[in-house]
């Protein structure tokens, strides 16, 4: 069990950029959670998966954002056209559980973006 | 009217004494409830998760549930400077299928 790994660990970009964060799961779990945090704020939920399936993404979020997660194993979270507004850490989380209860998440380390 | 609401903080206790977290969350439907920990720059990690009313202990902590009055609570015995840290409540719905959302955290500072 290596854990949740996200890459990169930071990123810098100019307004306007795309940019694609990766995300591998621990390799059993078969739910997976995009989340951004501002500083002083808590998680806000982007979207998730279950297996390869995007079961719901926030309506908060632009058509800018798509994430994807081919065959239900890593996923990527692209930003189009970025914005100032978009700095925040992403972080991903997976999860083993596929019924009601315990949805223990496991979080990575984060993507750390900022936007110039 | 947001989905979980926590005071910000800071909450400032010490050293020895009973911490109090509270939460309240607006979905009547929500069925399961949890404690995050989140250590300043690092992710959070869960430590407490309960689903039945009442109260759900684990070590110092324990975790308070009145689905009635949509509250939660997390108390911290004996509190520790290690216990100083963001803490954060979240819930997931009733369906299987549920996103679990994130309040906005509590900081709390554990003094000497």
């Known amino acids: 069990d290596t854990g949740v790994s996200q890459d990169p660990r930071h990123k810098i970009t100019k307004r306007g950029q795309n940019v694609t964060f990766r995300c591998d799961p621990i390799s059993e779990h078969n739910r997976l959670y995009w989340y951004r945090q501002t500083l002083g704020q808590g998680p806000e939920f982007l979207t998730y998966f279950q297996n390869e399936a995007q079961l719901e993404k926030s309506r908060l979020l632009s058509d800018r954002f798509s994430a994807e997660r081919p065959k239900g194993s890593f996923s990527t979270l692209e930003i189009q056209r970025t914005e100032q507004g978009d700095s925040a850490m992403y972080l991903c989380a997976s999860s083993p559980q596929t019924g009601v209860a315990n949805e223990k998440l496991f979080f990575g380390s984060g993507t750390q973006l900022s936007v110039l | ?112």
Not at chain 2, 15 to 38: H, K, P, V
Not at chain 2, 53 to 61: L, M, P, S
Not at chain 2, 77 to 95: I, K, V
């Open chain 2, 1 to 112: 009217q947001k989905e979980v609401e926590q005071n910000s903080g800071p909450l400032s206790v010490p050293e020895g004494a009973i911490a109090s977290l509270n939460c309240t969350y607006s979905d009547r439907g929500s069925q399961s409830f949890f404690w995050y920990r989140q250590y300043s720059g690092k992710s959070p990690e869960l430590i407490m998760s309960i689903y039945s009313n009442g109260d759900k202990e684990d070590g110092r902590f324990t975790a308070q549930l009145n689905k009635a009055s949509q509250y939660v609570s997390l108390l911290i015995r004996d509190s520790q400077p290690s216990d100083s840290a963001t803490y954060l409540c979240a819930f997931a719905g009733y369906s299987s299928a549920s996103k679990i959302i994130f309040g906005s955290g509590t900081r709390l500072s554990i003094r000497p």
